[in-house]
């Protein structure tokens, strides 16, 4: 065997396609599109070696065409999640024991593979299954999953060069290794780069994972394993399954070799999963770790000193991409009365000019939500804000679900700032506006500060750098990720490592050095050369 101290190539940010009209990628993203209509897929579950096919086979459509069939899963249940736990355990020891340099090409492999010859097919699943725009899908399915991939590789290999210091005739050494028995990805469907980011980076640090999709992302979810077993993943390292949540749930956390779950979803499940694991502790060799990015009321808040256009246009993009379907979206928003009137301007203005319908034609911003369940609770929060006498809707508020799950890009403007779209977290296109006298600017941070249980994302518009400044020290635990003169999303892997406290998770930051870290157990080893042979001291020398 060949050793060396290797070094790995230096990640850099993938470059993100624009799909101008006469671009190469246009055209080549169009023919994936067609190509993934022309026919219905048959999507197993991957447990170890096989590729598992059970009798509940489950209907695929696109959330904006929910009478077209993309094609079917299959289902499975608890007897698949134990096959999946004992392929993951059966795996590990070669897995753990498998050169880093080994893991680390794997994984490199996968990001070209989705740089090349995936892209566009993977784009064209998120773009078809979870409904979203060109622009959105380039920037997450493609980009921020193969960034993923490249940086978690160079932070890997930055964590094994952390070594302690030795004292003369003592070599200190430090070995990170991975969690004893298996580990669990449970993965949302509003983002293809964290469902393939959370399994990738438990097993990139030598773990062996059951992964658990959203049933709403299992298009693209396959589609990442197939580049996974294309650039050489061992079978057993990652299984994934299709099972309902507390099926699973009840599986995983009651076995004795659960090792921790890397989790993004909804503040409610995850904290049901700390209560369970809670309640189990004394049944696991070890305790497992447990990280979590959870639910967000991401804000805007506005200085008199910003630009009007700027902040209308952050509040364009920040509420509405991808529907508001980003635990960063903007979804509360404080405005000087001074500003109002030209913002309000503007921000109409722009929404008269958005497009809705399906992203298979490129000339739509807005698109659907994900299903049935998440229309009925967004349009529910619309009609209670029409109810209340201190709303004003200025724009949009209208929903159909006879062919797809469309919601109209919808702005509130309340008086009263504790009203419940101010508070509760939505997950869809609804912002809510509250205004301010120019005067209570200082008293407006505090109210940002306490309204929301959560804290993920938020930023600050203004010319003013007092007023920045006063704003990033009064809001520093009000967000883990903080914008100043830009909106509340588009975190980038590398430059905005992504998460937040209180209720928006434990802020283990995704994109950064300190998430995989999470997926290590260290060891430190001591090693005398020439050790003592005589027990006693020199200060027990008699004077």
């Not at 991939?149 to 991975?178: A, C, H, K, T």
Request: aromatic share 12%.
């Amino acid at each position: 065997m060949a050793n060396g101290f290797f070094n790995v190539p230096l990640p850099k940010n993938e470059p993100v396609s624009d799909y101008a009209p006469t671009s190469k990628a246009r055209s080549a993203l169009k023919k994936a599109i067609a190509d993934a209509l022309s026919k219905e897929v048959d999507i197993p579950m991957y447990i170890g070696g096989e590729e598992v096919r059970t009798n509940q086979k489950q209907r695929l459509s696109p959330p904006h065409d929910h009478q077209k069939t993309l094609g079917y899963f299959h289902e499975g249940d608890r007897e698949h999640v134990t096959q999946a736990i004992d392929a993951a355990l059966a795996a590990k020891p070669l897995w753990a024991e498998h050169s880093w340099e080994s893991r680390a090409a794997i994984f490199l492999k996968a990001a070209d593979l989705l740089a090349g010859p995936y892209r566009y097919k993977i784009n064209a699943a998120t773009m078809l299954g979870q409904s979203k725009n060109c622009y959105q899908a380039e920037i997450d399915s493609a980009c921020e999953l193969i960034d993923f991939l490249r940086f978690n590789v160079y932070y890997m290999s930055q964590i094994y060069q952390d070594q302690p210091e030795s004292s003369p005739g003592v070599w200190n050494r430090m070995e990170y290794r991975p969690l004893e028995g298996f580990t669990f990805a449970l993965t949302p469907f509003n983002f293809t780069a964290i469902a393939g980011n959370l399994p990738t980076s438990m097993a990139l640090m030598g773990n062996t994972v059951v992964w658990k999709p959203a049933h709403t992302q299992i298009l693209a979810a396959n589609v990442i394993m197939e580049v996974l077993k294309e650039a050489g993943l061992p079978d057993g390292v990652i299984n994934l399954i299709y099972a309902d949540g507390p099926t699973v749930g009840d599986v995983i956390f009651n076995h004795r070799d659960f090792g921790g779950i890397h989790f993004t979803g909804s503040t409610k499940v995850f904290q049901n999963i700390w209560k369970t694991i809670g309640q189990n502790i004394h049944n696991y060799r070890s305790y497992p770790r447990i990280v979590g990015e959870t639910g967000g009321k991401d804000f805007i808040v506005v200085h008199p000193s910003a630009n009007a256009k700027e902040v209308s246009t952050a509040i364009s993009r920040g509420a509405f991409e991808f529907q508001g379907q980003k635990c960063s979206a903007a979804s509360r928003c404080y405005i000087p009365s001074s500003l109002w009137s030209s913002i309000k301007k503007y921000l109409q203005d722009d929404l008269k000019t958005f497009k809705m319908g399906s992203p298979e034609d490129f000339g739509n911003f807005i698109n659907a939500v994900i299903d049935e369940k998440a229309f009925d609770s967004i349009s529910k929060y619309i009609d209670e804000a029409k109810r209340n006498p201190l709303n004003e809707i200025i724009a949009g508020g209208n929903c159909d679900k006879s062919q797809g799950y469309f919601i109209e890009p919808t702005v509130i403007v309340t008086k009263d700032p504790m009203s419940i779209t101010m508070c509760e977290e939505i997950f869809g296109p609804v912002v809510t506006i509250y205004i301010y006298q120019d005067e209570n600017f200082e008293e407006t941070l505090k109210l940002v500060d306490s309204t929301s249980p959560y804290a993920l994302t938020g930023s600050i518009f203004a010319k003013d750098r007092f007023a920045i400044e006063v704003a990033t020290k009064k809001l520093s635990q009000a967000a883990g990720n903080f914008y100043i003169n830009d909106k509340p999303t588009g975190a980038v892997v590398g430059q905005q490592p992504f998460g937040g406290a209180r209720g928006s998770g434990t802020n283990d930051k995704a994109g950064a050095k300190v998430n995989l870290l999470r997926w290590v157990s260290l060891r430190t080893i001591k090693e005398t050369f020439v050790p003592p042979q005589d027990y006693g001291y020199p200060f027990l020398e008699k004077e």
